[in-house]
């Protein structure tokens, strides 16, 4: 079988236009059809990649071949006989780890932004050929991607391989003059190339990040000093001044980090910022397995054309998510203070949505084409995180599994691993439960009803006294308090029921469902202008919020658009929705030492 032979070239690094080319030596005889991925894996939203395609022409060693668009995503070439080499101009200039980037200082695409596949091409074998910019900074540019080399130097600009166009768009490719850094895992090179200004201790990052690494290589492997399921692994990051994101990929992930995220030079604390770098990184390198390898039924093979839908994601990302933290405690990274308080945070996000009184996990997977990827001011009314709900999900499952069954949430990574992930076969849509049912020895149906099909509260509380710890709840200091933390003083008495934009203008983010705000008729949008005959500001809401009591009336004067408004707010008690949790020491010795085999020491 010929291989589809592709080629990019940093064409104009001003104009942030890569030129795209793809050859195949025998075209369809009707006319060659191409088309460009609609979504990436890894992000479900339809992105609809070809927007960003500027023009496309066809060529033969005869001469130009015509191209019709023939739908939003697709061209065709007039018929002819091959090569045939299809070549697209397209506009990079997306930071983001699901597009294409091209500037003076780097350059970055995940290939589903630029790789057309040419119909009934996509199980053949490709190469691709990076060619090297040709500006004067150019020169010293070097290659960072998991993809396998054919005739490059390591790291260098030339020839590499795919097995097929699947493979292909799965290795993105960052150029230019990142920083480089490499550490063992599991047998394995891992290296980790930073582009952006920074000054962070990057040996320190890597040292970190390789205890992460052996963990997770050691859950799937089932024992100390396991191999990683990879040849070479690659983290790109790339440091910004703000930023948050990652996509994984089978053998790498793009990660982008708050530059001061990076852990400063001679420090040694884990502060938040690190710690947020870690679990970020934590995760992706997760989902080396779980959704890369041991994956929906539905994404195999990947449908990119459409929307791929399943109810798993929650197991997906949110098994990834309740691991992600995890496994910074259980490698030594953080300790089991810091990890109790990434849980505490979590329960808190969840408890000031109410929109898990409405969404269950599985809805809000199989839906995240049009709300979770899509949210707007209604959405903490309507959707539930299924990455942050569906960690609290895992962690129950967890605590439940560890209780009556002595089984773990890690027996029952490692039997999908072994069932799905390592066969290559997609796990159903009934799977989960089912495994995790006999793990633990009897139906967990009722546990799959309530809390992933179903909205049920979780019994966290509960759970967590089985394993010597108390789960504490207390009001909301002000916007900023993300729980996680005791606090005492300042706590506020009452509630507007309203979430503002940041900002010195009171303006209305999100109206929450049944708070005071919403009864009275504000609206999101709205900018409060006085309150009870003063001059609105976030001060004075927060001092209003910690003098006032229940059931006392606030006036508050609004414009909606360019009108005044008049609302009489009713002021509520202050919702308990900051949790933390609080090791109990005074528990019985099997108490104590559930939570000693669940968190370590
Ligand atoms: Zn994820």
Known sequence: MTATRFRIVPRDINAHLFEVSCTIDDPDAAGQIYRLPTWVPGSYLIREFARHVVSVAAQTPSGEVSVRKISKDAWQAAACTGPLTFTATIYAFDTSVRGAYLDATRGFFVGACVFVCPDGRALQPCELELVAPSHDLGQAWRVATSMPRQDAPEGGFGLYRAADYDELIDHPVEMGTFDLISFDAGSVRHDIAVSG??????????????????????????????????????????????????????????????????????????????????????????????????????????????????????????????????????????????????????????????????????????????????????????????????????????????????????????????????????????????????LAGRDLGPFFADYVSGTRELPLADLFREFGIELKLRASRDERDRGGKAIERNLPKVWLGMRMAPGNEVRVKNVLADGPAQRAGVAAGDTIVSLDGLRASPERIEHLCRTRLPGECISVLAFRRDELMSFELVLKQAPNDACWLVPDEKRTAEVLARRAAWLGG
């Open 197 to 438: 200004r920074h000054h962070g201790d990057l040996e320190r990052f890597a040292r970190d990040l390789q205890r992460v690494c052996q963990s997770q290589i050691d859950l799937f492997g089932g024992r100390p000093g396991s191999r990683a399921p990879v040849d070479h692994y690659v983290f790109q990051l790339l440091a910004l001044g703000e930023g948050y994101g990652g996509l994984e990929h089978r053998a790498s992930t793009s990660l982008i980090c708050a530059r001061n995220n990076l852990p400063a030079p001679g420090a040694t604390a884990v502060d938040d910022g690190y710690r947020t770098l870690l679990g970020l990184a934590s995760h992706e390198y997760f989902h080396t397995w779980n959704v890369k390898r041991i994956k929906p039924a539905a994404f195999v093979p990947y449908d990119l054309a459409t929307e791929a839908y399943t109810r798993q994601l929650w197991a997906f990302e949110g098994i990834t998510s309740y691991y992600d933290d995890l496994m910074l405690l259980r490698s030594g990274v953080i300790s089991q203070r810091d990890y109790l308080e990434l849980v505490g945070r979590a329960i808190s996000a969840v408890l000031r949505t109410p929109g898990r009184h409405v969404q269950s996990i599985a809805e809000s997977s199989f839906d995240a084409w049009l709300k979770y990827y899509r949210q707007d001011e209604n959405s903490p009314n309507a959707v539930v995180s299924y990455y942050v709900k569906g960690s609290l999900v895992a962690l129950a499952l967890d605590l439940v599994l560890r209780l009556d069954a002595h089984a773990t949430l890690d027996d029952v990574m490692r039997a999908l691993w072994q069932r799905f992930g390592q066969r290559d076969v997609g796990v159903d849509e009934d799977s989960i439960e089912a495994v995790a049912s006999e």
